[in-house]
């Protein structure tokens, strides 16, 4: 047989349709593992002084061609992306003409990039086991890192990857600041034991931990060196969200129990968040910032909000556009200069598109996701992103997170790539 002839050289044989089909998938991964990995990390010489992820930008400006060139399905990922994104515009060329056409972009690159990731989850190139190993090496090298950070810091040597830190006991390891470290790690952990399920029974506490106490180790360290109060309430929700009903109330009830022994606890942290949460069923703003200034800020747009807007008021059911939040916030926020207009998207969002685009976005990202395996992701979500600004990485990185964990939760698709009835690989 001459070479011209040859099976593998062969533009119609089925080996050659086997070894482009293998390369695609290969691409594919390649796509889904670095939208992954550059949402969930940052590295300090690709961040801005305004905190911007320069690698976070160029991924998501790459999306749209990604998506095209690689033929990634996306299906109902995106109908439901453009409903959100379109009504988002449209509130904002009501309410303030063009004027922030720049954050209206940004937004939709975010968005692109989760479609992008969308689609190589139907193309068998991400599979369960790949996700698995990938979520594990994340929460590996943000402990590696934690820890370096530590012992740089303590010895006087340069401190790797230094980005937004405080120094001594509170590191921000592979994310920009220690807050986002807790966030992202408690995500792909969560993420991580929930995919390890495989849909059967919620393991107990003590499988849970036989099974994972590397990974719950190195997330644990990881976590407890980012020296934030919102990290000493993340690392045992996290644990207990991923067991069983039973456990969830016992941890809740533990911590009542114990609640009285943690307000003698000298501890900075602890002692932050203790008082902080003390301090926030009143709604007093100023009991909250004495108590944890960097708490306070998150919850401050919230309480003006609720404080100001008015349920006969259009805007508040349709949406005010960007310039709401100005009106809402601006000069009332306490510890920060008097120009300054910030809310997460809780209630950032729902000053801009109102109540009705604030629901399409999240039947969008979250509601038409849940079910049993994805409801503590959700709960999580609420809990410890809900407050976040939605023009950031950690927040869609959760949101990705998120559709890959509700995608491994169904049935096996019958739709995937074959040739002659085979699996590829």
């Given at each position: 047989?001459?070479?011209?002839?040859?099976?593998s050289?062969?533009?119609?044989?089925?080996e050659?349709?086997?070894?482009?089909?293998?390369?695609?998938?290969?691409?594919?991964?390649?796509?889904?593992?670095?939208?992954?990995?550059?949402?969930?990390?940052a590295?300090?010489?690709?961040?801005?002084?305004?905190q911007?992820?320069v690698?976070?930008?160029?991924?998501?400006?790459?999306?749209?061609?990604?998506?095209?060139?690689?033929?990634?399905?996306?299906?109902?990922?995106?109908?439901?992306?453009?409903?959100?994104?379109?009504y988002?515009?449209?509130?904002?060329?009501?309410?303030?003409?063009?004027?922030?056409?720049?954050?209206?972009?940004?937004?939709?690159?975010?968005?692109?990039?989760?479609?992008?990731?969308?689609?190589?989850?139907?193309?068998?190139?991400?599979?369960?086991?790949?996700?698995?190993?990938?979520?594990?090496?994340?929460?590996?090298?943000?402990?590696?890192?934690?820890?370096?950070?530590m012992?740089c810091?303590?010895?006087?040597l340069?401190?790797?990857?230094?980005?937004?830190?405080?120094?001594?006991?509170?590191y921000?390891?592979?994310a920009?600041?220690?807050?986002?470290?807790?966030?992202i790690?408690?995500?792909t952990?969560?993420s991580?034991?929930?995919?390890?399920?495989?849909?059967?029974?919620?393991?107990?506490?003590?499988?849970?931990?036989?099974?994972?106490r590397?990974?719950?180790?190195?997330?644990?360290?990881?976590v407890?060196?980012?020296?934030s109060?919102?990290?000493?309430?993340?690392?045992?929700?996290?644990?207990?969200?991923?067991?069983?009903l039973?456990?969830?109330?016992?941890?809740?009830?533990?911590?009542?129990l114990s609640?009285?022994?943690?307000?003698?606890?000298?501890?900075?942290?602890i002692?932050?968040?203790?008082?902080?949460?003390?301090?926030?069923?009143?709604?007093?703003?100023?009991?909250?910032?004495?108590?944890?200034?960097?708490?306070?800020?998150?919850?401050?747009?919230?309480?003006?909000?609720?404080?100001t807007?008015?349920?006969?008021?259009?805007?508040?059911?349709?949406?005010?556009?960007?310039?709401?939040?100005t009106?809402?916030?601006?000069?009332?926020?306490?510890?920060?200069?008097?120009?300054?207009?910030?809310?997460?998207?809780?209630?950032?969002?729902v000053?801009?598109?109102?109540?009705?685009?604030?629901?399409?976005?999240?039947?969008?990202?979250?509601?038409?996701?849940?079910?049993?395996?994805?409801?503590?992701?959700?709960?999580?979500?609420?809990a410890?992103?809900?407050?976040?600004?939605?023009?950031s990485?950690?927040?869609?990185?959760?949101?990705?997170?998120?559709?890959?964990?509700?995608?491994?939760?169904?049935?096996?698709?019958?739709?995937?790539?074959?040739?002659?009835?085979?699996?590829?690989p």
């Amino acid at each position: 047989m001459t070479r011209a002839h040859s099976p593998s050289l062969n533009p119609f044989g089925f080996e050659y349709q086997i070894m482009r089909e293998r390369q695609r998938l290969a691409r594919q991964w390649a796509t889904a593992c670095t939208i992954l990995v550059v949402f969930g990390t940052a590295l300090s010489p690709f961040v801005l002084g305004d905190q911007r992820n320069v690698m976070v930008i160029l991924v998501a400006a790459l999306a749209a061609p990604i998506i095209v060139l690689l033929q990634l399905p996306m299906g109902k990922d995106l109908v439901w992306s453009s409903i959100a994104m379109i009504y988002l515009l449209v509130a904002e060329l009501v309410n303030g003409g063009t004027r922030n056409v720049s954050s209206l972009g940004y937004t939709g690159m975010f968005v692109l990039s989760y479609v992008a990731f969308c689609g190589t989850l139907y193309t068998a190139a991400v599979t369960r086991q790949r996700l698995l190993r990938l979520l594990r090496q994340i929460i590996f090298a943000y402990a590696i890192v934690s820890v370096l950070q530590m012992i740089c810091s303590h010895v006087g040597l340069p401190v790797p990857n230094h980005i937004l830190s405080k120094g001594s006991w509170s590191y921000n390891s592979l994310a920009v600041e220690p807050s986002h470290a807790a966030r992202i790690l408690a995500f792909t952990l969560l993420s991580y034991l929930i995919l390890q399920r495989r849909g059967g029974p919620v393991p107990s506490l003590a499988v849970t931990w036989r099974q994972n106490r590397l990974v719950i180790m190195a997330f644990s360290v990881s976590v407890l060196l980012t020296g934030s109060s919102l990290a000493i309430a993340i690392l045992p929700l996290t644990i207990v969200m991923s067991l069983r009903l039973r456990w969830i109330v016992t941890g809740f009830g533990l911590l009542a129990l114990s609640w009285p022994f943690l307000q003698t606890v000298e501890l900075e942290s602890i002692h932050r968040l203790v008082a902080f949460m003390t301090a926030l069923p009143s709604l007093d703003i100023m009991a909250m910032v004495q108590a944890d200034h960097s708490g306070a800020l998150r919850v401050m747009p919230l309480i003006l909000f609720l404080q100001t807007a008015r349920i006969g008021d259009l805007s508040v059911w349709f949406g005010g556009g960007y310039d709401a939040i100005t009106y809402y916030v601006q000069g009332h926020l306490i510890g920060v200069a008097k120009d300054v207009a910030v809310a997460g998207f809780i209630p950032g969002y729902v000053m801009i598109s109102g109540l009705v685009g604030t629901a399409l976005f999240c039947h969008a990202y979250l509601f038409r996701f849940l079910n049993r395996d994805t409801l503590p992701l959700i709960l999580l979500w609420c809990a410890v992103l809900s407050n976040s600004a939605w023009n950031s990485q950690v927040f869609w990185y959760s949101l990705v997170l998120l559709r890959a964990v509700h995608h491994f939760s169904q049935p096996p698709a019958s739709s995937l790539r074959t040739f002659s009835g085979r699996l590829l690989p």
